[in-house]
């Protein structure tokens, strides 16, 4: 199993790219547009991050976004 | 290192995939039944296709010195059309005994519809009939929670052998509700989109070996043979045995195939001389 170091010494620059990637996306979004601004799956994207950059979120990020991005089950 | 690929669709692939997959380790393929890559409208066009996977590919992967077995089912991207399923699904059990169909699938679910979800009970209840092996598809995006769920209803209303069915596309708000009711769990591959190699091993990890089965991707999308490959190269940087890779990605697929006993493969372990 991986140690913290090793993630980071393993996977920054993977995370840096995909994390640029979504960054330059989100640029490409006009931002006057108010069609752009009501999609759902912006919505979901925006909650997505949030899940990403909260300090607190324990080992189920994937899991949570996921969740986030599924039907409800009824 | 010998590779098992339990998932490929051959027919949407070219030869040198074979002589690449040889060349990496695969010593055998398993082919399910899939979407041809646009909607079939006669039975006997999905007839054509299961004597295409189980006489003319095992051929091609022949020259490669490749095993290739299959399986015999309509897909759930194409059981929209009850009636043309119900035409195939009658002559499907002629195809279940030839000597490399090692059991029914992908059937399940796509869109979570009701008719794909008549077409998977009546594939089901063929499958319970003649104590078959089973593959089960799972919707891919928004609609893999819901569509796992009702699979898992389903199955547990027929009483079906969790043993001997394999639940495919797992991830990871969908893989602990498979492995804890006692199924196998598949994680398919893809290079762009869906489930990557890093997430596979997280999850290899995190909920053990046992009953989890890895597939490249290999159909008709940007898809992959070598993201297995790629997949037991992250396992071993992570620091796991040659044992252990050849647990995963030899011996698990063996584990699960060989309860139909056209399987002959048998399971690989390292010694020291």
């Known amino acids: 199993m991986l140690t913290e170091t090793n993630v980071m010494d393993r996977y920054f620059l993977d995370c840096r790219c995909a994390l640029l990637e979504v960054a330059a996306i989100m640029d490409r979004l006009p931002s006057s547009d108010a069609a752009c ?21 324990g080992p189920d990020r994937a899991e949570r976004i996921l969740h986030l991005m599924s039907d409800p089950i009824g | ?51 295409q996977i189980s006489e003319f590919e095992p051929t091609r992967a022949a020259q490669y010195g490749i095993r290739h077995f299959c399986w015999i089912a309509v897909n759930p991207k194409e059981a929209e059309n009850v009636s043309l399923a119900r035409e195939v699904i009658a002559s499907m059990p002629a195809f279940l005994d030839r000597p490399t169909v090692l059991g029914i699938g992908e059937i399940g679910l796509n869109k979570n519809s009701a008719n794909e979800l ?11 009939r003649r104590n078959q092996l089973v593959l089960i598809h799972t919707p891919h995006l928004r609609d893999k929670l819901k569509g796992t769920k009702l699979t898992l209803d389903l199955l547990r209303e027929l009483r079906a052998d969790p043993a001997r069915v394999w639940i ?28 990557s190699t890093s997430r596979a091993v997280d999850m290899l ?13 290999a159909d008709w999308g940007p898809s992959s043979p070598s993201t297995l490959y790629d997949c037991a190269m992250e396992y071993r940087r992570r620091g796991h045995t040659e044992q252990e890779l050849i647990d995963v990605f030899h011996n698990n697929p ?10 002959d493969i048998g399971l690989l372990g390292l010694t020291t001389v």
Not at chain 1, 43 to 55: F, K, T, V
């Open chain 2, 205 to 217: 990890e995190r909920y053990g070996i046992d009953r989890l089965l890895v597939n490249s991707s």
């Open chain 2, 1 to 51: 290192m010998y590779y098992i690929q339990p998932h490929y669709h051959g027919i949407s692939r070219t030869t040198e995939d074979y002589e690449r997959m040889a060349h990496a380790g695969v010593v055998a393929v398993a082919e399910p039944s899939f979407w041809a890559g646009f909607d079939r409208h006669h039975p006997q066009t999905f007839l054509d296709y299961f004597r």
């Open chain 1, 37 to 57: 601004a009501a999609d759902e799956r912006l919505r979901l994207l925006r909650q997505a991050i949030a899940i990403l950059a909260d300090p607190g979120a």
């Open chain 2, 118 to 128: 008549k077409v998977f009970r009546e594939q089901m209840e063929l499958a319970i």
């Open chain 2, 168 to 195: 495919d596309h797992v991830e990871e708000h969908t893989i602990k509700a498979v492995l804890d009711a006692g199924y196998w769990a598949g994680m398919t591959l893809y290079p762009t989109t869906k489930m």
């Open chain 2, 254 to 263: 063996v584990r699960f195939l060989r309860q139909n006993p056209k399987w």
